[in-house]
């Protein structure tokens, strides 16, 4: 009788998994060839994303990230602690810097680079498409370059990735175990961030479709690898057992929001894959994940279901959610290098399958100008942000809309020597960080509203703030805020500072004097200094209901 781990018998033309034949390789030195030019490219592109990291400053959600790698909290609010731990790991080795906060998504690109070239490899045992695989990434925007901007999807891709190549070690290994690995690596996957969840289809398509699911579901290895999984990810769950369940009542705001049907929104979601994956390589990954869904589900083979399932099914998610919200440009981010392999892999096994000369020339033919034109685009976007002096896109462009919060800084900088103020508040969390890390502890920042993201910080100083003047930095209109009828501070204008990048403004900013209040760094669930916004309109509800 046929195992359930060998390839069904329709797939052993169409070299399977576990059967790729060596036929299909190429000579020793042909190999060779492209492995050195993928590993040049490669490290070409590293430098340039170490450049990019070192020369670019801070964008605010980086700077309110390297702010939680300063905290010995178990979560926060916004997102499990693997974000923290990342940029931890590149400041303890490069400091405060820039290069610091991003280092760890430098290297998170080249872990996944190696994990995709080792599932491709051994699904397919063909160095040129090995090659295709590792280069895909290189030639999408978010990843060639923007891998280098931290961010909890850089935290939570290389551990996604390693959860996949654990279950294709499985398939060809039918070795147990390696389930135990795949659980320890969601758990961490987990820990990162809360979409990783979105791979649970993948997963349970991938034990229940196969021949083999009667042999796993009485296995204990998959029960053992969900609380394997739940173990890793068990910080988050005590933080938020000891904190209402935050995060998640947080997360269940932002998910199930709908604002109306608008087909803008759904064109912007549409508009980021192509920006962010490639205008070429988007149309290649999707007809790529087609083929192998469609083989996948037809065959019932494991590693086809599981490559395909973990892509379409948030792409699909995501795009039904743009219908009525608009979609992060980030969020989509963790599912496409599997979506790299399965477009990869598919291009090895249509020749295997008999299908026409002319499709897969013409297959080959658009992943390598995927990969060709992607990666000029990226040195091109890259070139603009570091060499070029204009701003094609005014206030819109994503970097210069977050840059010149120095300006801001020296403002305020101006304001505590002329004044003699001792602190600096804030009502909004990305100027909280910016001057968090503009200052870099000489001076303590305070963000006075939204209190509930700051749970279980340390102090910041309370000593140098009580019964001292502080300075309030804020965007306009926030100074006008109703918010300020709660807070009984004497408050005196000394004036404006406009955050500028490339000749372009874009916001204002109020500097003002406050004196006769200490700020609460811990006010009760009920203040509304505690809620942040979108749970603020949740509190109201529950305060009416």
Do not use: C
């Amino acid at each position: 009788m046929r195992s359930a781990l060998t390839p069904p018998p329709r797939l052993a033309k169409s070299a399977a998994v576990t059967t790729a034949p060596d036929t299909a390789m190429p000579s020793q030195r042909a190999a060779r060839r492209p492995l050195v030019v993928a590993v040049l490219v490669i490290a070409a592109m590293t430098l340039l994303r170490i450049v990019y990291a070192s020369g670019i400053e801070l964008r605010t959600d980086e700077a309110y990230y390297w702010t939680w790698s300063k905290e010995a909290a178990l979560s926060f609010l916004d997102h499990p602690p693997g974000i923290a731990w990342l940029i931890r790991f590149g400041t303890a080795i490069f400091g405060d810097t820039t290069l610091g906060v991003r280092f760890g998504g430098i290297v998170a690109m080249l872990v996944t680079q190696l994990l995709l070239a080792d599932i491709v490899h051994r699904v397919t045992r063909d160095i040129r498409v090995v090659v295709i695989a590792v280069l895909m990434p290189e030639a999408a925007l978010y990843y060639g370059l923007l891998m280098a901007k931290v961010a909890p999807d850089v935290a939570m891709i290389p551990f996604a990735v390693a959860m996949m190549w654990s279950l294709v070690r499985l398939v060809q290994s039918g070795n147990g175990r390696w389930w135990l690995a795949a659980g320890l690596f969601a758990g961490l996957a987990m820990l990162s961030k809360f979409t990783a969840i979105m791979f649970a289809p993948a997963v349970a398509a991938f034990l229940l479709v196969p021949d083999w699911r009667w042999r796993w579901l009485r296995s204990p290895y998959p029960y053992l690898a969900v609380l394997v999984a739940i173990a890793m990810f068990s910080p988050v769950l005590i933080w938020n057992a000891q904190h209402d369940w935050a995060s998640f009542r947080f997360q269940g705001v932002r998910a199930t929001a709908s604002y109306g049907i608008s087909l803008r929104t759904v064109g912007d979601y549409i508009g980021l894959q192509f920006g962010l994956v490639g205008f070429v390589m988007l149309p290649v990954v999707l007809s790529g994940l087609a083929m192998t869904a469609w083989r996948g589900y037809r065959t019932r083979e494991p590693v086809a279901i599981l490559l395909s399932t973990a892509v379409l099914v948030p792409f699909l998610y995501f795009l039904a959610k743009s219908l009525t919200l608009r979609v992060g440009d980030t969020w989509p981010m963790f599912m496409w290098p599997v979506g790299f392999a399965a477009a990869a892999v598919n291009l090895a096994l249509l020749p295997k399958e008999g299908w026409s000369a002319r499709l897969i020339r013409s297959s080959l033919f658009w992943a390598k100008t995927a990969v060709v034109s992607g990666i000029a685009f990226v040195v091109i976007v890259f070139l603009y942000y570091v060499a070029a002096p204009w701003n094609f896109l005014g206030k819109i462009d994503p970097v210069g809309a977050e840059a010149g919060y120095e300006q801001v800084a020296a403002r305020a900088q101006a304001a505590l020597d002329e004044t003699g103020a001792t602190w600096i508040a804030t009502t909004d969390y990305r100027t909280y960080a910016m001057m968090r890390w503009l200052f870099r502890g000489r001076v303590p920042v305070i963000e006075i509203n939204e209190r509930g993201r700051f749970q279980d910080f340390r102090d910041p100083g309370i000593d140098r703030i009580r019964g001292h003047a502080g300075i309030y930095v804020g965007r306009e209109p926030d100074n006008r805020s109703s918010l300020w009828e709660a807070i009984p501070a004497q408050r005196e204008q000394l004036g404006q500072v406009k955050r500028h990048w490339r000749g372009v403004p874009t916001d204002t900013y109020a500097i003002e004097k406050l004196t006769g209040w200490t700020p609460e760094l811990s006010p009760p669930k009920d203040s509304p200094l505690f809620w942040w916004r979108v749970l603020a309109g949740e509190f109201k509800r529950r305060m009416l209901s």
